[in-house]
């Protein structure tokens, strides 16, 4: 039915969706919570996947293709997608990122909404009280403890891949010895560390982490949500099945670090499935290859990092790769989709190379962005016969050019007018007193076109003392404006870009590149501190035409020969234009 290209997840789905695999899935649990009751009404032929970030740093792209992946599947198959954060880790939560989360998923273009509009945003932290009776029923049915051993014991009696671990003394306790004890660490009785809450699995099981796995700490730290109520939390492992299934999930989709947990996963919701606490059927989970991007770094400890040493301006810096710093560099919601769409959905571990995503923001913005010039490194032209040929040096040609090149088919062109006049600023770099051998540019005795005017011709230039050229002297050819009759009776090779002196408006430019420059700053244990790129942001006083002054934050535009770019989103403001590159208009990267 689909017409995007198949993937395992998609066949898995399509699967499920024609053998009613999540039809009697219910909402059973009755954690008397009233944040995940929409999820009691489900329709059966809905799948429902979740997006669980931790509230604890700004969302990167890796995160956009886990939410492309899990909001697009729920909307190509009429499903839901939850969002719902994981706080299950007191520490590092803070409600700025929540927020910031919430924006983000928005801004991507998705939502949360059943059908009939209830809301699915949930907090794991919602869950603590229904997590604590699940961890109680496994001690009396016999399949938890709380162990007592320091750290380091549990961790050398874990074993490892070569050998079986070994028990726990305290793995023989009663269930009445464990409640009472495991009640202790809920009332503040034992101190931090002190003891944890093991599963009881088995301690030979080839994969480590059915070793009786710890799914309760002690930890006497302010939530941001319960506050101080709670002084144990459920460890990541234990609490993420339990959300899952609480929210009727039927695919939950993880990356592929977490396929060694999946037994366990399978393992807990049986054992709860027994003491009824949970219905039939599960939520099962499913892993893809995380996205790695080349030149960037996508863990959010170390871009956390950039942001608390002051090496980039914040989370939002447009060399970021956090969705909103991709969202201030000027990409767009349907460019990161576009991207997440092409590098599709494997198990297979790979690179995607950073310019595969400019290449979707191009293909996004050809047809919308509209053109303007601008002269990024200027230098003043004048026109010695202006007055001459106008009959005043004051004069103001009009000018225009279309905004859309290539608008679709039927629909009206709209232009950008501005004005020549005696002096126009020129990029520096189109002017060669002595020029290489090929150029077509400016220089004493070549004819060029101002793009969208006339025809010019070189005679020489002024100097400083320094003898750096500070103004290309031209005189203009009479009747060649372009679009007149008489536009095509001078040939000539190029056509340069520039801006007029009267109109032209003064404006910064933020010339980006990329943050680092090894294409793995991250991988192998390089230090990515050391690979940071030291142009990676270059200001320019530039001058863009007319039509400019009146761009609002955030639109986009493709500067002839010179690639897309921005108006920012914090700092622009009429009066004080402000414009990021976003991206050239080649493949610039794979140098
Ligand atoms: P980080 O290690 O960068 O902090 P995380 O995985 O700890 O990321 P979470 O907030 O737990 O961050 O992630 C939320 C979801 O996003 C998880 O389901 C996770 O698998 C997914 N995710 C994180 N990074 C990537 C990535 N690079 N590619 C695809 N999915 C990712
Ligand atoms: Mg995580
Ligand atoms: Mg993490």
């Not at 809450?197 to 994969?207: S, T, V």
């Not at 969202?327 to 995607?352: H, L, N």
């Not at 053109?371 to 003043?380: E, G, I, N, Q, T």
């Not at 002017?431 to 150029?439: D, N, R, S, T």
Request: net charge negative; hydrophobic share 35%; proline share 6%.
């Amino acid at each position: 039915e689909s017409v995007k290209p198949s993937n395992f997840l998609r066949q898995i789905i399509e699967a499920d969706l024609a053998q009613g695999t999540h039809a009697d899935n219910r909402w059973a649990g009755s954690p008397g919570d009233a944040a995940h009751q929409g999820a009691g009404a489900l329709d059966p032929a809905r799948i429902r996947t979740r997006f669980p970030p931790e509230p604890n740093g700004y969302l990167h792209v890796g995160h956009a293709k886990s939410i492309c992946l899990n909001f697009g599947l729920a909307r190509d198959y009429g499903g839901v997608c939850h969002l719902r954060f994981d706080d299950t880790n007191p520490e590092k939560e803070e409600q700025e990122y929540v927020d910031g989360i919430i924006d983000a998923v928005h801004w991507l273009g998705f939502d949360w909404k059943d059908p009939d509009g209830h809301e699915n945003l949930y907090y794991a932290s919602n869950y603590f009280d229904f997590m604590y009776r699940a961890a109680e029923y496994l001690i009396e049915a016999g399949h938890a403890y709380v162990d007592e051993q320091t750290a380091e014991e549990m961790r050398v009696s874990r074993g490892d891949f070569s050998k079986p671990g070994v028990d726990s003394p305290y793995r023989g306790r009663t269930p009445a010895e464990n409640l009472a004890r495991f009640r202790e660490m809920r009332d503040g009785k034992l101190a931090d560390g002190a003891a944890v809450l093991r599963a009881r699995i088995d301690m030979a099981h080839p994969n480590i982490n059915l070793r009786d796995p710890a799914i309760y700490r002690i930890k006497r730290a302010e939530h941001h949500n319960t506050g101080d109520k709670w002084c144990i939390y459920p460890m990541y492992t234990f609490a993420h099945p339990i959300e899952d299934a609480l929210e009727c999930i039927t695919h939950s989709i993880c990356t592929l670090e977490f396929e060694d947990q999946r037994p366990f996963y399978d393992w807990l919701l049986d054992r709860l499935a027994e003491g009824g606490l949970i219905a039939k059927p599960h939520p099962r989970q499913y892993e893809f290859a995380r996205l790695n991007l080349t030149y960037v770094v996508t863990s959010k400890r170390k871009l956390k990092h950039l942001v608390d040493n002051g090496i980039v301006s914040g989370w939002d810096d447009p060399r970021m790769p956090t969705i909103v710093g991709l969202r201030r560099r000027g990409y767009t919601p349907a460019s990161i989709q576009m991207f997440c769409e092409r590098i599709g959905v494997t198990k297979d571990y790979s690179w995607i190379d950073y310019s595969t995503l400019e290449g979707c923001l191009r293909e996004d913005l050809e047809t919308k962005a509209h053109r303007a010039m601008v002269v990024l490194d200027p230098l003043k032209l004048e026109l010695t016969n202006w007055a001459e040929v106008f009959g005043g040096g004051d004069h103001l040609e009009p000018c225009s050019l279309p905004a859309l090149p290539h608008a679709q088919e039927g629909a009206a062109v709209p232009e950008r007018r501005f004005t020549l006049g005696r002096e126009v600023w020129i990029e520096r770099e189109d002017f060669a007193e002595l020029p290489p051998k090929g150029y077509k540019r400016l220089f004493p005795g070549n004819k060029v076109r101002l793009k969208g005017g006339y025809v010019i011709e070189c005679t020489g230039c002024e100097k400083n003392a320094a003898g750096q050229v500070t103004k290309v002297l031209a005189t203009v050819v009479p009747d060649t404006k372009s679009g007149t009759p008489g536009a095509d009776s001078v040939k000539v090779k190029a056509a340069i870009t520039w801006v007029g002196v009267a109109d032209g408006v003064q404006a910064e430019v933020r010339l980006y590149d990329r943050l680092f420059t090894d294409a793995q700053p991250d991988a192998g244990g390089k230090d990515f501190l050391a690979l940071l790129n030291p142009d990676s942001l270059k200001v320019v006083t530039a001058y863009v035409e007319p039509s400019l002054a009146a761009a609002r934050p955030e639109d986009k535009f493709q500067f002839e020969r010179f690639g897309y770019f921005v108006a920012d989103r914090k700092e622009h403001a009429p009066g004080q234009p402000v414009f990021n590159r976003v991206t050239g208009l080649k493949d610039s990267w794979a140098k």
